[in-house]
């Protein structure tokens, strides 16, 4: 599959990789230099294979409060909620963000490559309530504005109110002309905004966002960039760090989980899961050897562990991971290994996030 951008990222010199099933860039020239760009002035992503699944009707909210493991008839309209849609054995299906447009409109966005699977479940454990669910994956692109100059380039272009859009808040806005949902969320740890836009006009608000960029240093970035920053911001990737094997208190994710809401999906499930015999943690790394996903951490000669996901960290010049270990080997300050084809390399569990941006910038 391709996005309503894939004609634009070919005239940019692409590279592209398979994704969820979709045709997508990796990067653009240098996956290094689209990381820095991110880090100290703005990268623009096409997200369009991302999910969007709308939830609508008087009982909206309650639907919502059973399928998924939050509270999200507590977020108010303009407001969103990161939040997970788990099995009835508390695995995690997918994490998502919620967006409460109206006070009986929500926007779920999933993950590309469990987007069908959410809808029809989604579907589903709404059946019984007065709301009605409909995928729209196919009439959205999603661009996204990432870093410390994305107050400057959307800015430049919307009639929105950027000073008073909090983080994880959405508005509707104009782009140029171009009617979006604008919001201020992300998955770089920086700064920036997530621009639903209708896919016809994907093309036209990308180029508007460019040219307001050029002033400020703002690239194309890929695929490969954006792996890099959200992992030194510790978030979690479906796949790597959550899985139907895995629940959200195993990810350090347990804070999302509303045990006190009445009866949805999981429930039973999670209360017998809240100390897990494992735990996602940092590993920081030294030399240049990065700890890949799959490798195995050792604690002595004893494998107690697995990499979920590894890199050289482009901002903090030394290697991370973040990997699944034994709760009493989790305390920032342990001395682990990971045995990187072959050769053993000595690493520290420190906490999470890797990276933190400096919000008085």
């Known amino acids: 599959m391709r996005t309503a951008l894939y004609s634009v990222h070919k005239g940019l010199g692409a590279l592209f990789t398979d994704f969820a099933g979709w045709e997508m860039p990796v990067r653009y020239g240098s996956e290094l230099a689209e990381h820095r760009a991110v880090r100290e002035a703005a990268g623009l992503f096409d997200l369009s294979h991302m999910g969007e699944i709308e939830v609508t009707g008087p009982q909206a909210a309650d ?9 999200l008839s507590a977020v108010k309209p303009g407001r969103a909620r990161y939040t997970m849609i788990c099995d009835a054995d508390g695995g995690v299906i997918d994490d998502l963000v919620v967006y409460r447009i109206e006070d009986e409109k929500y926007l779920v966005v999933a993950n590309a490559g469990n987007a069908p699977a959410v809808a029809a479940e989604l579907a589903e454990r709404a059946s019984r309530f007065d709301a009605r669910v409909t995928d729209r994956s196919a009439e959205f692109a999603l661009i996204a504005v990432q870093g410390p100059k994305a107050v400057d380039v959307v800015g430049a272009v919307t009639d929105a109110d950027l000073a008073g859009l909090k983080y994880y808040a959405s508005v509707p806005a104009t782009v140029k002309g171009h009617e979006v949902l604008l919001a201020r969320t992300g998955y770089t740890g920086e700064d920036g905004f997530e621009l639903y836009v209708p896919a016809d006009e994907a093309a036209s608000v990308w180029h508007i966002l460019t040219e307001a960029g050029q002033p400020h240093g703002l690239v194309p970035a890929g695929l490969a960039c954006r792996d890099t920053l959200r992992l030194e911001a510790g978030m979690p990737l479906y796949g790597n760090e959550l899985s139907r094997q895995r629940s959200p208190f195993e990810a350090n994710l347990g804070r999302v989980v509303k045990l006190d809401k009445p009866d949805f999906v999981g429930k039973a499930a999670l ?6 015999s494992e735990v996602l943690v940092g590993l920081r790394g030294t030399g240049r050897r990065a700890p890949r996903h799959g490798y195995r951490v050792l604690s002595g000669e004893e494998p107690v562990g697995e990499v979920t996901s590894g890199a050289l960290s482009p901002t903090l010049g030394h290697p991370v991971a973040m990997a699944y270990v034994p709760v009493a080997l989790g305390e920032p300050g342990t001395q682990l290994s990971v045995d990187i084809r072959g050769r053993i390399e000595p690493v520290e ?7 933190q941006r400096d ?3």
């Open 271 to 276: 209360e017998g899961r809240q100390e897990p």
């Open 359 to 361: 919000a008085t910038k």
């Open 63 to 71: 639907a919502l409060d059973h399928a998924f493991v939050g509270k």
């Open 349 to 355: 569990v420190v906490a999470l996030p890797f990276y």
